[in-house]
């Protein structure tokens, strides 16, 4: 079964400063896409950011990026200079090239919150 | 948001009553899913489409059946609503193709639904 993992429940962080937020996964596929979700307190699901696993370099988005280690299966999140509205559940999610559709599997989650 | 929306955004119910959740889009994106999000579960799979009168299964498909008439709408059906089933529940769309675009969900902004 292919899996993501997200070990840590809760974090917080004080603002301007940094945080990375872990994820794993297990799959014996070699080709897949994995994704960052945020979910502020609006509930809306917001990407964050998406790596496609043959391209080596670790995607960025202004202020966030990603530590990909494919060998060990790990997708880190860092958010660098945070900001109170950074607060919200963020979810790791994962997409094998071989399913059919665009499904996801998501993680369970790492609640943020960025204090003042 | 995106043009996809869910209806109703909130719906109290009680057990063994029918429910019915409506997603509605208005990208024309091929692919339509439906999950539920549920503290310490991140979001699961219930049911997607692939297509108008294609369906298919996802990881907690149990009391739940779909349907897709066309393109832009998506339902979601809890025959004889449980307990269990209280959750908030997310539709998403993603386009199906081999652009850009591909392999990214956009979500609605969810349903709560509450089983008494």
């Known amino acids: 079964a292919q899996t993501v993992t997200q070990s840590q429940p809760e974090m917080s962080v004080q603002e301007a400063e940094t945080v990375t937020l872990s994820c794993t996964y297990d799959t014996s596929e070699s080709n897949y896409y994995l994704f960052w979700y945020k979910q502020p307190p609006s509930r809306q699901m917001i990407l964050v950011i998406r790596?496609?696993?043959?391209?080596?370099q670790n995607a960025t988005e202004n202020r966030f990026s990603v530590n990909f280690q494919k060998a060990a299966k790990s997708f880190s999140l860092k958010i660098s200079d945070s900001q109170l509205g950074d607060t919200a559940m963020y979810f790791c999610?994962?997409?094998?090239?071989?399913?059919?559709?665009?499904?996801?599997?998501f993680g369970t989650g790492t609640r943020l919150q960025v204090f003042p | 948001d995106a043009g996809i929306t869910q209806s109703p955004r909130h719906k109290v119910t009680e057990t063994g009553t029918p429910v019915t959740l409506r997603c509605h889009q208005t990208e024309n994106h091929r692919y339509m899913y439906w999950y539920r999000q549920d503290p310490g579960h991140g979001l699961r799979l219930i049911h997607y489409s692939y297509g108008v009168k294609d369906t298919d299964k996802g990881e907690v498909s149990d009391g739940y059946s779909v349907s897709r008439s066309k393109t832009e709408d998506f339902l979601l059906t809890l025959e004889s609503a449980t307990s269990s089933q209280t959750s908030v529940y997310f539709c998403?769309?993603?386009?199906?193709?081999?652009?850009?675009?591909?392999?990214?969900?956009?979500f609605g902004a969810g349903s709560r639904l509450t089983v008494l």
């Open positions: 998403a769309i993603s386009p199906g193709t081999g652009g850009a675009g591909a392999n990214v969900l956009t």
């Open positions: 999610a994962f997409h094998p090239t071989s399913y059919n559709t665009d499904k996801l599997i």
């Open positions: 790596q496609e696993a043959y391209k080596q």
